[in-house]
DNA sequence: ACGACGATTCGGTGCTCACCGAACTATGGC
DNA sequence: GCCATAGTTCGGTGAGCACCGAATCGTCGT
C-alpha cells in the first residue's frame, strides 16, 4: 500500500455531489457568498446548504469569515484550480467568463453591490476612500467622522440626526470582493439612502447588484471626486 | 445557471470511493491490470471490482482492452493527472517513485513477469525480437515457426512434441506495458518452462515478476543475443 | 469433450448521507 | 425592551450504492 487512497476519495467526495458541486461553480467567480444565498442559488433549504458549507469549510475547500449574522464563504485558490481541472477532464465546457473573477453577473456585483443596507463594491471602497481624501472621514482604530464629515453628511442627507440610536455612525465593513473596507454603519445606510433618492444609484428588487446612472456619475463627480467610469472599467481606488 | 454541476459530480462520485481510488492508484504507474489483479490489490470480491471497473470504463476513466479471458485496464491520462492533481490538493504526498511508470515493484514488472504461462515485458518483447531477428520467426498475420525455428526450440526444449493439442505453436500476445507483441503459445510456455528448469529465469510463488540470474544473462546472451542488463536499465528492443 | 480459471450478472443486505422542517441562537436595527 | 433576519442544530426519512455470494458465461489448455 504505496499511498493512502482515504484521504483522497474523502476529499474527492466533497465534490462529488450536484448540490455542492453547485456551490463551489457559483463561487469559482471568486467572490464570498453567504450561506443564504448559496441556498438559494443552488434551491435547497438553507438547514442543507449551512450543513455544506461546513463540511466544504472544514476540509479547507472553502475559507470562511463570519461577519456578524452573515457567513462568508470563498472558494480556496487551489480548490478552484481543481474544480476547473476536474470539470475540462468530465468533459465539461466551462466558458470563460465562467472563470475567477468575470462572467456580467458578477462584474456587475464587483463593480457595486448592497451590503445589509450601504454599498459595497469597488463603488462602496471608492466612497471610503473619497471621504478620508476629504478630510471627512477619519481612519485609526475603527472609524469617525471629522467635524466637517459631520456637516457634509448633514448636507448631503438632510434631515439626519446623528445622536440617535445605538448604531455606529461610521464602520468600516470589510469587503470581500476587494479585501478592504467600505462604508458602513449610519452613514454608509444614509448616504445609499440620498443617493438612491437622488436616482445617482439605481437599485433592482431581489438583486443585490447596484448601478449608477449618468447624474449619479457627474454627481459622484462633483461631490468626491469619484470617477465611476474607471470604477466602473475596473479600476479599484488607491488610497 | 451557467455551467451544469451534474456530469462534474458524476465525474468526481468516480473517485470518491475508497476501492475505486485504491484501483486508480494501483494504475497511476501506467501499466495494464487485469481485473482480478486489481481485486485482489484492493481487497475486494471479484465481482465488485469488476462493476467498478464498468462504470470507470464508462465514463472514460480508464481505457479497457479484452485479451481472452482476461481484462485490461489502464488509467487515461488525463484521469491520471488529475488524480496526482487531487491528491496534491487533498494534502496526499505522492512520493516519486509512485507516479507514472516507475517504483520498484512496477519497474521489475516491466521487465519480466508472467502473462498466463509465458514471459512478459520487455524481456518478453526482445525474445520475440530475437526469434525473428535469428530466422527462427516469421512474422506477418499472425506467427509461425520456421523450419529452423522447430529445429530450434526442440534443441532448447528436448521431448516437444509440436503436432500435439490445438494450442498454437506461437502466438503474437499484446504486451501492455511495452504495446508490442512478446511471444505466447506453446512455444513461449516452453521457452519459459526451460528458461526455469536451467535456473536462468527464476520465479517465486504467487508473484508475476520474473528475475533473471547470473547464468541467464549468460545463457541469454549466447543463445539469442539478448542483452538482459541493458534490458534491466530500462531499454526497449529496437526491431 | 472436459476441467480450470477469469470475469460478469444478479439479488439481497446494510450503511451512508442529502434533504427537509422545526426549534433554537445570534445579530442588527428600531 | 421588541421584531426581523441569517444561520445552525437536530431528528427523521428516503434514496443510492458498495459489497458479497451464487450462478453463469467465455476462454484456455489438456
Redesign the pocket.
Known amino acids: 500500500m504505496t499511498v493512502d487512497p482515504v484521504p483522497i476519495a474523502r476529499y474527492a467526495?466533497l465534490l462529488a455531489?450536484?448540490?455542492r458541486t453547485a456551490i463551489c461553480l457559483a463561487l469559482i467567480d471568486g467572490r464570498a457568498w453567504?450561506?443564504?444565498?448559496l441556498a438559494r442559488h443552488v434551491g435547497?433549504?438553507?438547514?442543507?446548504a449551512?450543513?455544506?458549507?461546513?463540511?466544504l469549510v472544514s476540509a479547507g475547500v472553502l475559507s470562511e469569515v463570519r461577519q456578524?449574522?452573515?457567513?462568508y464563504v470563498r472558494l480556496a485558490p487551489e480548490a478552484g484550480q481543481l474544480i476547473e481541472n476536474l470539470a475540462s477532464t468530465a468533459g465539461v465546457v466551462m466558458s470563460a467568463p465562467t472563470s475567477l473573477r468575470s462572467g456580467r453577473v458578477a462584474t456587475d456585483l464587483l463593480f457595486a453591490r448592497t451590503c445589509?443596507?450601504h454599498i459595497a463594491g469597488r463603488l462602496g471602497v471608492a466612497l471610503l476612500d473619497a471621504l478620508v481624501a476629504h478630510g471627512l472621514l477619519l481612519l485609526s482604530v475603527g472609524a469617525s467622522l471629522t467635524s466637517d464629515g459631520e456637516v457634509w453628511l448633514k448636507s448631503v442627507a438632510p434631515g439626519t440626526d446623528l445622536s440617535v440610536?445605538?448604531?455606529p455612525v461610521v464602520r468600516p465593513c470589510l469587503d470581500w470582493t476587494e479585501r478592504r473596507p467600505h462604508l458602513g454603519g449610519l452613514a454608509g445606510s444614509l448616504l445609499r439612502t440620498a443617493f438612491v433618492d437622488r436616482g445617482w444609484v439605481l437599485q433592482r428588487p431581489r438583486e443585490r447588484g447596484l448601478t449608477v446612472s449618468s447624474a449619479g456619475e457627474h454627481g459622484l463627480a462633483e461631490l468626491l471626486d469619484i470617477d465611476v467610469q474607471s470604477l466602473r472599467a475596473g479600476a479599484v481606488s488607491t488610497l
Open positions: 467526495a455531489h450536484p448540490t453567504t450561506s443564504g444565498e435547497v433549504a438553507p438547514s442543507t449551512s450543513e455544506h458549507l461546513t463540511s456578524g449574522r452573515h457567513r445589509y443596507d440610536g445605538r448604531r
